[in-house]
């Protein structure tokens, strides 16, 4: 096992002088999210994108699925802190030349850093070249669908917010002829004669996240693509829909720029194909993005006519079949479950015909303005080039080979995968795998921890509490973004003759790392003791200029943001004037919030190094190994005996892997391990506490123990569920999936002996009681369907279904079930299968009604078992350890994350993490790298050295309370408590378990507990400003 | 009542940080427009919100109140102070009516984080809504200074409502439909008049003594109240020593 690997390669690490660098190739969300998690854990990191800014594809997208979350918005805060880490080294255009490994068996990695043509740390990103640049190139950031020019900044929220130069269309660099730029730019940031730079650093690992490439269909012209104007691809689409892409929010289709009212997508365009050009694989992301931009796309336009072509439905995670329900229900919207094929470009309107049949109406063909191809997933372009570089082997597809087992473990140990490398991943998975594989980086590189991490040093903190208050006004034009629209000089005369106003200036980009140093220093020589800054969402940078007034030696609490951007110039951006007195009254509002601000401390409180892991299963157990490795305490409590969980009913993947051997050998390793304590039998009867100082009470063998840990990871999985349906207990001939896979591991002879088999699909969810696809059960069905094919293969095997949801490699072995004569069924929730025992010929048996859609009519499938893919339902003691932690359930009964897609392994509770099917049901190798990815968040937060709570927070003036308990009855978060003072019973609030949400503040009859930072003066200072 | 000539409300809107305030946020990035009607305060949890900054708004000339929160059940907080806050608006709408003032004037509407459209349409809406009913007092017929005086007196109950509020009415229903019910069922009307309204009344009054003495007329065709009520809420006060009458100029003043 590479685990082994792993371990050798510590051992023979542990005495080398060696750097304890990490570099991460690609910087997409999953490079971005590994490099934060390597940073925050103390490791120093290089961030290597060979595109001019870090994104990926995450920035391409509109929205994300199913939360509709605005994709940049919520990618781009985390462009920022890699930005801003002292420990994270971004390297842009940039490439890989060679890849060496040194005698102690580091990485010797020689980057080729391809020259931007413009100097970084000079260029503001004011886009002034931009504007004068005269060379026109297709914006590769919108698909090609429109114009940007030869210099240009990949996307408005770019990171580094600085420009470059495409060479292949800039008029100088291809025959000299122009060099308007370079007059133009009042920094002289353009270099036009930069070269190549060559560098070699010297890393202990290496995580690989290149990502993925979409199919291209132009290769082979699938459904028109390149011939037809108005056939386009989803990643096209994407854009077309965006409010950055080339229609600024209006959806125009490519032939007259008018808005389509018919619309097609069709979906597995180059997935789920063996002829030639395609992916054998299914892309496991398309059914869900499609059914989003339908969603989107009837916001946009709502009388539109939506129509999907599909195969199967493959709403197999976290909430897709309620997102899927939800796209389908819209109003003139179809799902239609048919084969495609492209007809004709209409002359006159371009318009598009489509070729399909249905059950009911046979082949039809059909007009559309626009047809979208739903396309899949490929290997990135560099994949070879990268393998042979980093010695690594590619799988069968073209993408990263993994450990069947961990898909973040490539076959050459210190070299770890994460993201959709390793094969068709939604973000979710990208990050956590990404999580995962700076776990495992700390397993290789634990004992050099810190040792080369910066931190940041900020210039001691002024007093200035017995000041005046001197308030600072920078009004931001954010480009063209806020001064089109309002009078940015007006608003600064405005500002300076506001009470306490001291200073006011304009800021072309109050966020450019130069302008925010010129804030700093102006705060300086100017003596500024607080700060307006006028510009955009202090949700996005917010702590940015906080950092920028502690640059400045003042309180990073004597600042405030007045949002002129998303509250005013954009959503107001036809009436200049109204907007530009709305912009003065934000100002206002801001200037007399800020006189009122008051300085505040952040809590540091010091980190227990140690992690209770609650579930003993194949999810618990990598996680304690992980962190154990890492020299991390680790207690390790299960409800049953023995560890293993739900494995160990489990015999064997779909790859093949002998699932009871891996978990006979985990749990050796987890009992021999000195570093883990293992508590079966336990029950948890009480959590107290918080990140960084938890105690839980567990009683275990009739002891009640109490451990003191500084995070807790929740991975006490799932249960299959128990039918009602079909027979089921009441028939011996009727099995659970899992009950069948355990008889044929013990080759019990009413299995051996069964000359047929009949699988229902969904049994016990995708109905209203639950209303969720269980995941796995496909995938279970396969297997079990291909080894009873392979014991006997001329018995008859069936599986009855509604979609076949072997979403990614699973696919293939879809396909090998069906050449081996295993038959498939489908049927529709409207006609369930109805099961019941017959008695055929003196035999006894059961059959199988199922209501066949494609033949019209029952078909009676008779048999000897019946297997039932019974659903996978949450942990019966899902409710009680989410009261113990305070943290949520989703409507189904698993663990709600903080965060669907960007934090998929964490809570909002801090220091508490989340792994394995207790989150949803999943795969082994899928439960293995989110346990690696918790146990990496786990880590990052316990290598901290102490836990810092925000200092806007809740305080108690002990003299106005009367102790009336009206905060206390409020909050949930038990962060208020009585004290006895010399005055009596008073209120005093906890600050770590306060969250300040500020609740008490509103209920407190005597005004006595506030909430600091937003206290009733400072609001009421805003509401008599405005 | 005529309604100005390019009218044009004044609101003031509490937005929740993670959703309202973000579904706003979205509404620019998206560039959905809406009218230059509203200016906002952003607050962590709209459980933050406070009569206070309703009555402190409306008395700053502002038309409108809207607060913006998470969808039941999204809030970012364990507190789930969006359900305080939904019976903080109808305590407000409540106290607003029993003044004279048009309860619609506060609004609050769920809009979460990727909602920016609809963030568009509710301020789109409720400015419209504004404009019908009119600047803020004349839209009801009340002067200014009789506005002004009207909220005050609601003001100096704050701390008292706030108790009857943990007392009496700390309610946690499932939605919107039920809170909205709850707030006008008799029962709770009742617990509203006995608890607070004769306070309220009194509170008015005592405001309005307290700038001069005036007679039992004179007081409730200030206050647009009942003559009845007014008497009754004098002879209350007067037992509590808290107002008299002046037999010579046979009307009434502060004690």
Redesign the interface.
Known sequence: MSTTAIEQLQLSRQNSDRLGDVMVVGAGISGIQAALDLAETGFRVYLVEKAPAIGGKMSQLD?TFP????S??IESPKFIECSRHPNIEILTTTEILRVEESDEGDFQITLNRKPRYVIEDRCTGCTTCVEFCPAQMPDPYNQRLNLTKAIHIQFSQATPLVTYIDPEHCFYLKDERCQICVGVCKHNAIDLHQKPQRRTVTVGSVVLAPGFETFDPALRGDFGYGRFKNVVTSLEFERMIS?TGPG??HVLRPSDSKHPHRIAWVQCVGSRQVIPGGNSYCSSVCCSYTQKQVILAK?HLPELNATVFHNDIRAFSKDFERYYQRASGLSDVRFIRSYTSVGRELPGSDNVTIRYATDEDGVKEEEFDLVVLSVGLNPPKDAKDLAAKFGIELNAHGFCKTNPMNPIETTRPGVFASGAFFGPADIPESVWSASGASALCGTVLAARRGKLSREREYPEERDVSKEEPKVGVFVCHCGANIGRVVNVPSVVEYAKGLKNVVHAQESLFACSTDNAQQISDVIREKGLNRVVIAAC???TLEPLFRDTVREGGINQYFMDMA?I????S??????KD??T??AK??VS?SVARTSLLEPLSEIELPINKSVLIIGGGVAGMNAALTMASQGFEVSLVEKDKDLGGMARRIHYTLEGTDVQAYVKEMSQQVYRNPQIRVITEAVIEEVSGYVGNFVTKVRAQKRLREVKHGAAIIAIGAQEYQPTEHLYGLHTGVLTQLELEGRIAASEPAVTGAEGVVMIQCVGCRNKERNYCARVCCSQAIKNALKLKEQKPEREVTIVYRDMRTYGYRENYYREAASKGVRFVRFTPEHEPVVAPIREGGKEQLRVTVFDPILGQPLALDTDLVALSAAVVPSASAQQISRLF?VPLSPDGFFLEAHVKLRPVDF??EGVFLCGTAHYPKHIGETISQSCGAAGRAIATLSQDAVIATG?ICDVKEDACVA?G?CI?????DAIDFVETAHGKKAHVNPILC?????C??????KAIF?NH?T?EE??A???A? | MAIPENFRPKILGFLCNWCSYAGADLCGTSRYQYPPSLRIIRMMCSGRMDLDFVLRALSNGNDGVFIGGCWLGECHYVTEGNYDALSVLHLAKKLLAKVGINPARIRLEWVSASQGNRFAEVVTEFTNELTTLGPLGEGEGIDPATLKLKLDAVARLLPYIKLVEREKIRVRFENKEEYAEFFDSPALNALFDTTIADKLAISQILGLLHERQRSTREIADTLNMPISEVTERLKDSSRQKLVRFDEAEKCYALA
Request: proline share 3%.
């Open positions: 929205k939360s509709n979350d605005c940049m918005c409010a600024a929010g916001d969402s202090p949700r949002n951007r998303e509250h005013c954009w959503v107001h951006s036809k009436e109204a907007a007195q709305k009254e934000i509002m305070k909002s509770a806007a009336c009206a009855s409020a909050c949930a978060y969250k300040g949400d500020g609740l503040n509103s209920k407190c009859p005597t909430l937003f009733d609001i009421f805003q509401i008599d405005a």
